[in-house]
């Protein structure tokens, strides 16, 4: 699990290539789970190993403050249900699960990265669904919890996104080539696209806003089966 941690002023060309204007996170703090590539990584761009624990301690020591934390740490692979060890579920669930936000003196803003694959079955990826599913809830539950100490929790589930990990690992090419004839916009998402939406949910904009799910390109939750049954289980 890679973690990261920007202050914002740090990384003034990231937002100005977006919509939004580049100082707007000025001295804030972002700590990032997961922000070592993909999606998770174009988030650290955009608003600006060890222990989780000892992360957040070792953020605080050097910035003085937390102000936004996204939760973007994952593992996923492919693996039947029945083949599937404890360890299998707990992996992914501690990733994703774990980071607590330590952000009640600076009324913080908690960013979860979910997905989409827990709205419909979705073969052998059982452990991820659960996972997701627990991310999804545990972000409400945050939102309520935290809420009276100004808190704010959201959650952005990507469908597919290009330049993922998983959308080049967990997609066949058969799904690929039909894949923006079933999306309303004709194109698959882009990191940016996450990005963008990682921005306003932090920002002013959105400071009525909490316990929201943002599903990005949502014919993922009406398009059955992305990965093919497999074909001995079939019979």
Not at 9 to 34: Q, R, W, Y
Request: proline share 5%; glycine share 8%; with cysteine.
């Amino acid at each position: 699990m890679s973690n990261n941690t920007y202050r914002a002023e740090s990384h003034p060309a990231a937002v100005s290539n977006s919509v939004f204007k580049g100082d707007i996170f000025n001295g804030k703090v972002l700590f990032c789970t997961g922000g070592g590539s993909g999606i998770c990584q174009k988030i650290v761009e955009a608003v600006m190993r060890h222990s989780l624990q000892a992360a957040i301690d070792k953020c605080v020591e050097e910035f003085g403050r937390i102000d936004f934390v996204v939760a973007g740490a994952a593992g996923n692979y492919l693996c039947p249900i029945d083949q599937l060890s404890s360890n299998g579920f707990k992996s992914v669930v501690d990733i994703d699960l774990a980071a607590l936000p330590s952000l009640k003196q600076t009324k913080g803003s908690f960013l979860s990265i979910s997905a989409t694959l827990h709205y419909v079955g979705t073969p052998l990826q059982a452990h991820v669904s659960a996972a997701k599913a627990g991310v999804d809830a545990l972000s409400q539950a945050i939102a309520v919890e935290f809420g009276p100490h100004g808190i704010r929790s959201n959650v952005i589930a990507p469908g597919p996104i290009s330049g993922t990990e998983g959308f080049s690992r967990l997609s066949t090419p058969e799904i690929l080539k039909n894949l923006t004839k079933k999306i309303p916009l004709q194109r698959v998402g882009t990191k940016d696209d996450i990005a963008n939406s990682a921005i306003f949910l932090f920002s002013p904009a959105a400071s009525f806003i909490t316990g929201a799910i943002l599903v990005k390109i949502f014919v993922n939750k009406r398009w059955k089966n992305q990965l093919p049954f497999p074909q001995k289980r079939r019979k």
